[in-house]
């Protein structure tokens, strides 16, 4: 009892039936025969603190046990009636705040005065919690469609600690181009050495053109870009540069997000993270063609096995085939932009590794698939191979899921056996 209300004078507590009581306590117990100072070192308080509840309540009761108003029973500088008025007023038709109000209208109260007017006749704004914004956001990010909205950044990849090494052996870009699409999540990215309009054309050329070959519309995508330089965002060019390009010869839309705002491009933003402590920080190469096949393998995994926590743990694999979206949509082989950017055959060339681009490297983070022998794979992959030359003009598919994902992680080279050769 003494150690709650020692806590209750020095406002630990709030309850106020619980301290009405305890000053009941004290002053009973000072009541049945113990002087003022005695209470005071029992309930350790201040011995005017027993003195003024006693005479409280030998004065008014019980009811003198309670708590006072201590508001001053005159204001003399109280905001007259005309003026709080003007102010309801002025906050409805312009909803400025309280610092605006005063500077728009030259009111002639304080700030503090117009924001205390504002909250007394419930016309202040409740702040939304962020988590409360983000879980609206994901609610306007459902509504889109796979590919409608695909958000394109670059990432230097020269920075990394643990990477730069091999960075600088093997002499490997500089740049990655990363392409995510808003819906479905899925990842896509390039390589190149120069941050230029003519690598991230063409990339965004072979991205969308890789799009197009699986049913998606240009007119129904939307690419999304900051305002660097690379995205020709530093000037306004009308007839030519990324904007146009993507306009005029492909068809597709294209949006700038506000300058120094990089949460509008969170999703690909945000993929960075994820692809630097994923893949970047952990892998080692000998090669550059080992540095692709790895960087092909990560995304392959990323795009048909990683669920997404924010996409409710589902994969982009799961979510486009939602939409009865090939699967095959999803597999892009990342390149070095500059060893195709000035030779068309080059181009046609690269567009036909889906089927033959791996040789034994994986990305180590591709797991093996369980409950299934090799055997039994090797035996299903043979069935797929025969179906395939016998459909050789047909766009065969395997229908089993199991099957499929079974080749995929237990040998990442079958992937386009069993899955994505057209």
């Known amino acids: 009892m003494k150690l709650m209300y020692r806590n209750i004078v020095n406002n630990q507590l709030k309850n106020k039936s619980l ?3 305890l000053r009941r306590e004290m002053v009973d117990y000072c009541l049945r025969g113990h002087s003022y100072r005695d ?29 006072r108003r201590r508001a001053p029973k005159v204001v003399h500088n109280k905001t007259k009636k005309e003026v709080g008025d003007l102010v309801v007023s ?43 914004t983000k879980r609206d956001l994901r609610e306007i990010k459902k509504r889109l ?8 950044d670059i990432k230097h990849i020269d920075d990394i600690p643990e990477f730069y090494p091999f960075y600088k052996a093997l002499n490997l870009p500089r740049y990655q181009i990363t392409a995510r699409d808003v819906r479905s999540g899925a990842l896509y990215f390039f390589y190149t050495r120069e941050k230029s309009v003519a690598a991230t054309i063409m990339a965004m050329k072979i991205l969308l053109t890789h799009l197009f070959n699986y049913g998606i519309k240009a007119e129904d995508i939307t ?14 060019h009308h007839n030519r540069g990324f904007r146009a390009y993507l306009k005029k010869e492909i068809g597709v839309n294209h949006m700038y997000i506000p300058p120094r705002y990089p949460n509008a491009n969170a999703d690909v933003e945000s993929s960075h993270k994820l692809i630097e402590d994923e893949f970047y920080k952990i892998e ?21 096995y990683r669920n997404n ?28 932009i500059d060893d195709i950017l000035f030779e068309k055959s080059k181009i046609k060339s690269y567009l036909k590794l889906r089927k033959t681009y791996f040789e034994n490297d994986l990305y180590h983070h591709v797991p093996d698939y369980p409950g299934i022998s090799e055997k039994e794979i090797q035996s299903r992959v043979s069935s797929t191979e025969s179906k395939l030359k016998s459909n050789s003009n047909s766009k065969f598919r395997i229908n089993n899921s199991y099957t499929r994902l079974s080749a995929i992680f237990v040998n990442i080279k079958r992937i386009f056996v069993c899955c994505f050769i057209r």
């Open 223 to 236: 690419i999304q870009t900051d305002n660097g330089a690379e995205f020709s965002g530093i000037k306004i």
């Open 90 to 132: 002025l906050r409805k038709q312009s909803h400025f705040g309280a610092k605006r109000l005063k500077e728009e209208f030259h009111l002639p109260i304080s700030t503090g005065a117009i924001y205390r007017i504002i909250k007394q006749n419930g016309l202040v704004r409740k702040q939304r919690k962020k988590w409360k």
């Open 145 to 152: 469609k796979p590919f409608e909205r695909i958000q394109v």
């Open 39 to 67: 209470t005071a070192e029992f309930f350790e308080v201040n011995f005017k603190t027993v003195a003024k509840w006693v005479k409280r309540y030998k004065e008014e009761g019980l009811e003198g046990l309670k708590d």
């Open 284 to 304: 080692s190469v000998k090669r550059k063609r080992e540095f692709l096949d790895k960087a092909y393998t990560y995304q392959a995994y990323f795009n048909l």
């Open 19 to 21: 301290i009405y009581d």
């Open 309 to 336: 926590s924010y996409k409710e743990d589902k994969t982009p694999k799961d979510i486009i085939q939602e939409y009865n979206i090939p699967i095959e949509t999803l597999i892009l082989p990342p390149v070095i």
